[in-house]
């Protein structure tokens, strides 16, 4: 893998025995001990991810804030200063050319954090729709990050971080210490429990992980892989771009309403989204459970009654429900909770039944 | 990389099978470092007893939470017995690939098929060669 691109914490990963595959570009750790048990000490307890892959681009300038109103989903301009907010960039066609979360630094700072493998596609399209009084900058290489997710989150970061966490609410960061490191420190994660995404100099990074895997003997966060990342967020049906999300879905289409303005209207895409709901979407994401043994995996076709009606995008066992869950497009009237479905696995139709979502609500 | 386990009175195939030879009959499953290499193994599907295969026919399926591998008949013959259990708790696998973990017994009418497989020493330079 020595072409690959290569995180600040590349070294550690080696030391932990981690297996290393190819992501976005990158050498990433899929899994340091298990899958499942990596999963798990999320869910119960707290785990730590280096996700140094992902982007940060900032928009600096008086005119930062409408430029970002024009390019996300979200509304921008009413966003505080140290919130977060979840959007999308889109295209003219409402199409979606990343997922991200949108950082309000100050009243002429803000900055998006990105899919890695969206990087330079977003840089481009941001320097291309900014506009002149918003200066773009990729600060990725310069910036590490650290998602710490799990019930214990808080506790644990609190041994290493004199910045008070109990009233650090979801989706506002602050910036502070963590292990005598600057560290911006968001509660956010993508994991669907509770946690922090820790933003820091890459030069600092090894001190920074290195300082919260020694949180105490008793119980320290456990490392873990993007297997584990990629179960978390399916049980918390979280949308994964490459998967869920592309160039030719609108938003809307992938069940992201809560996160579009479109009443607001005026950014990129904002027409054609609403054009494509008012004619009728031709399909939509659903959520669904295997009803029988096996594992529906993207691509797989789904099916109803025999015949073909959407795809698999995303699929894994839920080490939390003991069964197999997964997302794909069907038709709307096939989106419908309670809807008989079947997965084509090898030839063979598994049933599976269309759920709510999400799958796992965390109480963390 | 982990050490992994190749007991010595087994022989294997490039594939990462073991074979148990007692007589005509030959147990098979995955090596610790097929189980290794797939990680939480989450589903296997074996054929019904009965089947006939022939050398290196794909015989099932085993999948990980990641990946989805088949398996290959590491000898021709007639399928004599099956590890139903591994479709309740498909973790044995993980946990005891040697033992528990089993996955079919074949029938051989011919022993010479046999030949094919290799021996501890070659298949832990053939994982060797992998690792590095």
Known sequence: MSELRRTPLHASHQRLGARLVEFAGYAMPVQYTSIVEEHRAVRERAGLFDVSHMGQIHLIGPGAVASTERLVTCPVASLGEGRVRYGCLCNEAGGVVDDVTVHRVSAEELFLCVNAANREKDVAWIEAHAGPEARVEDRSDATALIALQGPASEALLSRVCETPLASLRRFRFVDGKVAGVPTRIARTGYTGSDGFELYAPADRAEALWDGLLEGGEAGAPVPAGLGARDTLRLEAALPLYGHELDDDTSPLEARLDRFVKLDAGGFIGAEAIAKRRAAGHPRLLAGFVLEERGVARAGYEIAAQGEGVGVVTSGAPSPTLGKSIGLGYVPPRRAEPGTALEVRIRGRGVKARVVDTPFVRSSG | ?132
């Open chain 2, 1 to 132: 990389m982990a050490d992994t386990d190749i007991p010595d009175d087994l022989r294997y195939t490039r594939e990462d099978e073991w074979t148990r030879v007692d007589g005509n009959r030959v147990t098979v499953g995955i090596t610790d470092y097929a189980q290794q290499q797939l990680g939480d193994i989450v589903f296997v599907e074996l054929p019904e007893v009965g089947k006939s295969l022939e050398q290196g026919d794909p015989f099932g399926v085993i999948e990980s939470v990641k990946a989805v591998s088949d398996l290959y008949a590491p000898v021709s013959g007639e399928v004599v017995e099956v590890n139903d259990s591994l479709g309740e708790s498909p973790e044995v696998v993980n946990a005891d690939c040697y033992g528990d973990g089993w996955m079919v017994v074949i029938q051989v009418a011919d022993a010479s098929a046999l030949d094919d497989l290799i021996d501890p020493v070659a298949y832990a330079q053939h994982v060797k060669e992998r690792a590095e």
